[in-house]
């Protein structure tokens, strides 16, 4: 049972996911907090791993370390991903197992559900048919992930849970032109509408598939919650089961940013959409309990209030 006064390993507590469960941790009176940055400890280094734990002895780990990237990325440097993703997860979830930690939660993605998955996705569509392609070699390396959970589970009777978030915005995101998920590149796309006074913005595809989007201080809301919670189920999806189309956000994210959504959306359609659709049953989750809080025009402006806060 975790207490106030458990130690917890927050492994990836800088990056968007880590930083807001640190955030919330700390918020909810947790003490014992745990992290170290890439400097200290390189979690692809599997035997400075398992020192660090036997030495820091936390008696819960949150796995939020990954290598993460937009569709620009995840095409171009497959390897690395797939490589470097199922490296973290590997030497944590294993060096958790070596040194008798027998809670962690692992945080995953949408993405290891299959490309034509019947919406809403639920979480036994995992391993039901073929991936997208623009991002097989992360999502590959997230069910990699899960299935060792799953396997240590039933092998040596851990309790390793799996929460897959939809797509997650917030504080600390990522922002770069090449590198960032569909929604922080909008926001930073507005932001330049303003600062420059113009109205033309470039969308990339047709602007038609819909995806659903969770504020980052509602998943550590719910990786908080999981971590005291007792589940039969070891993955859960986390989101708010709702989705809308990527030109709908556009608009709403103008019409909080520049007081309108009078922008003319021009369409490069010679970059991919992406799936069509993507939209998470979040019923399990509902059923122990758990729903988002912040609706969505809020998260916006909570999020845009923190990008023009790391740009000072």
């Known amino acids: 049972m975790i207490k106030y006064n458990s130690r917890i390993f927050i492994a990836g507590h800088k990056g968007l996911v880590g930083s807001a469960i640190y955030r919330k941790l700390k918020e909810k009176g947790y003490k014992n907090l745990i992290i170290a940055d890439r400097k200290k400890l390189d979690l692809r280094d599997q035997q400075k791993l398992i020192k660090f734990l036997k030495i820091k002895k936390p008696d819960f780990i949150f796995i939020a370390a990954a290598k993460v990237g937009g569709i620009y990325f995840n095409l171009k440097f497959k390897a690395d991903f797939i490589t470097e993703n199922i490296q973290i997860q590997t030497n944590l979830i294993h060096g958790a197992y070596k040194c008798g930690i027998k809670e962690l939660i692992f945080l ?11 919406q809403p996705i639920k979480e ?9 392609e623009t991002n097989d070699a992360y999502a590959i390396a997230k069910i990699a992930g899960i299935k060792m959970c799953q396997s240590y589970n039933e092998q040596y009777n851990t309790n390793y849970k799996c929460l897959m978030p939809t797509n997650t915005f917030g504080p600390n995101d990522n922002y770069d032109e090449n590198n960032s998920h569909f929604f922080p590149a909008l926001i930073k796309k507005i932001h330049q509408l303003k600062i420059n006074d113009k109205k033309i913005i470039t969308l990339w595809g047709d602007g038609k598939p819909k995806r659903e989007v969770i504020h980052v201080d509602d998943l550590a809301d719910a990786c908080v919650f999981f971590m005291k919670k007792k589940t039969k189920e070891f993955l859960i999806n986390i989101g708010t089961g709702r989705d809308f189309t990527i030109k709908y956000y556009l608009e709403l994210i103008a019409k909080v940013i520049l007081g309108n959504n009078k922008v003319i959306i021009k369409y490069d359609k010679t970059k991919p959409n992406g799936v069509l659709r993507k939209v998470m049953d979040v019923s399990l989750a509902k059923r122990y309990g758990w729903k988002s809080k912040i609706n969505l025009k809020q998260a916006i402006k909570m999020t845009y209030e923190s990008f023009l806060n790391e740009l000072n």
């Open 108 to 118: 995953g993605s949408s993405c290891v559900y299959p490309k034509n998955c019947k």
């Open 124 to 132: 036994d569509n995992l391993l039901s048919g073929k991936l997208e």
